[in-house]
Each structure stands twice: as structure tokens, then as C-alpha cells.
């Protein structure tokens, strides 16, 4: 019994370190770190280089110095804004435009600060038709004029380049607009317009609760796919070493079990592919949604002349911001309940074979998996909570509180069926 939780424990602590390694890596390439970008001075770089006509434009400045950098503000835009010309994109149009929006653009950057300056006031005055675009950084050099010299100040001044495009939106996303981001913005809308205060966070609860109303079914089929696999893993466990020598046999013997037992290996996986463009329609709907004045490519017609906009404040909180202190460690709880019950009836059934024999094997590849998972998702899903404004995070929450209603009814109704076998 020591040998084989020491096994698992040894299993359980490769598998943890190779996630967190991989984390790490992947990290490292894609998204450089200080050590691997020549220090000094300061950078500009766009979060996307690529976009589609609607999509927000944000550009990433970080200041590598060890000094507060001074940026020119117009119109609390602190970057000059050009259109490259299609056919010599050397050739370059200053554009300008009024922000759709209030906003506050930064006047400094503190030495080693980051800034990411959301474009989205001007997407429709200056970014508006698809092309090249170039975005230009002006900051001090740091030389001091001559007094009374009459000096050019643009000749001590450097400017830091980066460019992104904008293209047509290809007929992926127009479908993806036309049937989910679209229809759950304006009945994000049609909600907020029937309270009196047209309050975000209500509108947030009752939208996601509709749409998981609307998903219930395929959901439910793909949580009792999940109980069934779970059920037959021994079987499956036991062709394995039985047949391992005979590929097309231990084939012939797994769909033997499915047929048998009337299990369709893709029932607990298809349902939730299906679910994904609702669920990410949902998140960019609540994560862009909330200031209207910048999306309204996605607004219906009749609600193009709104003379209100969204109240952000709930329960006392802005949903704009995000307070690291409460839905992070929130959602790292709610996260680590709902896979606990997703696995519950594995954990069971693992608990009795060890209950019952004096040797009990050590822990499967699919274990250790959901072991994994039970714990590195959550905190995951609260790492991520950390970035997000609040109102994302409101609806993770309610979307997890469902999942967990509906997850424990899964689980009833098994031991039920059990029960009564």
C-alpha cells in the first residue's frame, strides 16, 4: 500500500512539473520576458498585428528604463496615428479623429511600467476601413535644449514605430457575429433596457443563465457520457492488458464494450465542441460589450439611438475593474467544486477497489490526468480572472454555479440508477 501511493504520488508530481514546464516554455517563446529582449530604451508593439474591421485595436508600451518617460497626448491619444498608402507603404496619410468615447489616455510611464493603450474611441473615426496602419511613439531623448536657443524640440525627440493591418472580416466571423456575438449583445441590451438603472451585472446573471438554459440539454448528454466512460474504465483498463499485444483485438473488444453498453465514445466530447463558440461568443460580448459607444457594428438597428448606457456598479463594485482580492480566489474555489464533483464517481469507485484488495494498482494515465486537472484548471481559471474587468468574471461565476447544479444532478441520478440495481 506505501509502495503504491508513493507511485502515485511520484506519478502525480512528473506529471504537475511537465504542465508547469510546458506552462513556462510555451511562455517563453511566444510571449519573450525581459531576459530575452535587449533592455533599454522603450517598445512598442500591437497585442494583434492582424485584425478584422470592428475588432479593437491595443497596442502594448513598455518602458525599459530607469526613467519616468513624458508621452505626447492629443486628445488623450498618446501615439500619432498614419494610413500606409496600398501601393507604396512607405507613403503614409496622418489621420485624425474624435474619440467615440470618454477616455483618460496616460500622460507618463514610469520606469519599468507597462501601458496598454485600448484603441477602441477612435476604431470608428481612424480605423474604420481595412489597410495598413502605423502607429508612431514620440519621447524624450533625454538632451537638453540650449536656453533661449530657439531649438526645433522635434529634432531631441525619437519616435517609436509599429504597424498592424486591418482586414475584412472573412465569412467565419461574419457568422460568428451574425448568430452569437450579435443576438446576445442586444439581448444583453433588451435586459438592461427594461431595469430602471439598466444595470450590467443583472443583465450579466439573466443573459448567462438563458444561455445555459439554452444549453442545458446538450450539456447533460455530455455529462452523462462522461459518468458512463468513467463506469467502464476498468473494462477498458482490463483489454488493455489483456490485448496489448493485439492491437486490432483490444479494437475489436473496446467497441465490443461500447456497443454492449450502449456508450458513444464522442457523446461526452461532441455536446461541448458545440458549446465552445456560444461560450466564447458569450465571454467577448461581456468582456466588449460593456461601453457601447465601440461596438456598435454589433448593434441591431432599432438600438443604434440609445440614450443610455450600461450602469456598471454591482453590489457595490465596479465591473470595469477587476478586484483581485474576491473573484479570483472565488472562482479558484467554485472551479475546484465543480471538477471535484465531475470526478466523483471515479474517486468512488478508486476508493472501493483500494477498500477492497490489500494491493490495489496504481493510479492510470486517465487518474493522474483528472488529477491534474482538479487541481492546475482552477488555477488557471483564477490566473486569468486576475486580467480580466469584472463583469467577465461575474459571468464565469454564474456559467460555474450552473455547472455545478447541473453536475450534481448528473451525479444523483447515477447513484439513483446505482441504487435501485
Known amino acids: 500500500m506505501a509502495a503504491v501511493k508513493k507511485s502515485q504520488f511520484a506519478n502525480f508530481l512528473l506529471i504537475f512539473a511537465v504542465v508547469y514546464l510546458g506552462y513556462f516554455l510555451v511562455f517563453r517563446v511566444f510571449f519573450p520576458t525581459d531576459a530575452q529582449i535587449p533592455q533599454g530604451g522603450v517598445t512598442m508593439e500591437m497585442e494583434d498585428a492582424s485584425i478584422t474591421i470592428g475588432a479593437t485595436p491595443i497596442v502594448i508600451i513598455e518602458n525599459k528604463t530607469d526613467k519616468t518617460i513624458d508621452l505626447d497626448e492629443a486628445d488623450c491619444l498618446p501615439v500619432k496615428a498614419f494610413k500606409a498608402d496600398p501601393v507604396d507603404p512607405t507613403k503614409l496619410t496622418p489621420l485624425s479623429g474624435e474619440a467615440e468615447t470618454d477616455c483618460e489616455g496616460p500622460t507618463e510611464l514610469l520606469p519599468g511600467a507597462e501601458e496598454k493603450i485600448n484603441l477602441g474611441p477612435w476604431k470608428y473615426s ?22 533661449g536657443s530657439g531649438a526645433d524640440q522635434s529634432q531631441y525627440r525619437e519616435g517609436i514605430i509599429t504597424r498592424f493591418t486591418i482586414s475584412e472580416p472573412g465569412i467565419f466571423t461574419k457568422l460568428f457575429r451574425a448568430f452569437i456575438t450579435k443576438p446576445f449583445l442586444n439581448i444583453l441590451i433588451f435586459v438592461a433596457s427594461l431595469l430602471p438603472d439598466h444595470n450590467l451585472g443583472i443583465s450579466i446573471i439573466v443573459l448567462t443563465i438563458l444561455v445555459k438554459l439554452l444549453l442545458f440539454i446538450p450539456t447533460q448528454h455530455a455529462l452523462e457520457g462522461q459518468k458512463k466512460m468513467q463506469m467502464l474504465q476498468p473494462k477498458f483498463e482490463a483489454i488493455k492488458k489483456q490485448y496489448k499485444d493485439d492491437p486490432k483485438k483490444m479494437q475489436e473488444e473496446t467497441m465490443k464494450v461500447w456497443k454492449d453498453h450502449k456508450v458513444n465514445p464522442f457523446q461526452a466530447c461532441l455536446p461541448l465542441l458545440v458549446q465552445f463558440p456560444v461560450l466564447i461568443g458569450l465571454f467577448y460580448v461581456i468582456r466588449d460589450g460593456i461601453d457601447l459607444d465601440v461596438t456598435r457594428h454589433l448593434i441591431y438597428p432599432f438600438y443604434q439611438h440609445l440614450d ?51 494491493t490495489p494498482e ?30 467577465v468574471s461575474l459571468y464565469w461565476g454564474i456559467s460555474t454555479l450552473f455547472a455545478i447544479g447541473q453536475q450534481i444532478i448528473v451525479n444523483r441520478e447515477h447513484i439513483n440508477v446505482r441504487s435501485s440495481s
Not at 130 to 145: K, Q, S
Not at 365 to 387: D, H, N, S, T, W
Open 126 to 147: 481612424m480605423f474604420a476601413e481595412p489597410g495598413m496602419y502605423e502607429l508612431e511613439l514620440r519621447v524624450a531623448t533625454g538632451t537638453v535644449l540650449p536656453t
Open 308 to 358: 443610455w448606457s450600461f450602469n456598471p456598479m454591482f453590489l457595490g463594485l465596479d465591473l470595469r475593474e477587476s478586484y483581485v482580492w474576491l473573484f479570483p480566489p472565488l472562482l479558484v474555489v467554485m472551479q475546484f467544486i465543480q471538477m471535484k464533483l465531475s470526478f466523483m464517481i471515479a474517486d468512488k469507485k478508486k476508493a472501493k477497489e483500494i477498500k477492497d484488495t490489500t
Open 362 to 391: 496504481a493510479d492510470t494515465a486517465q487518474e493522474i490526468q483528472q488529477r491534474v486537472m482538479l487541481y492546475v484548471l482552477p488555477l488557471m481559471i483564477g490566473f486569468f480572472a486576475l486580467k480580466f474587468p469584472s463583469a
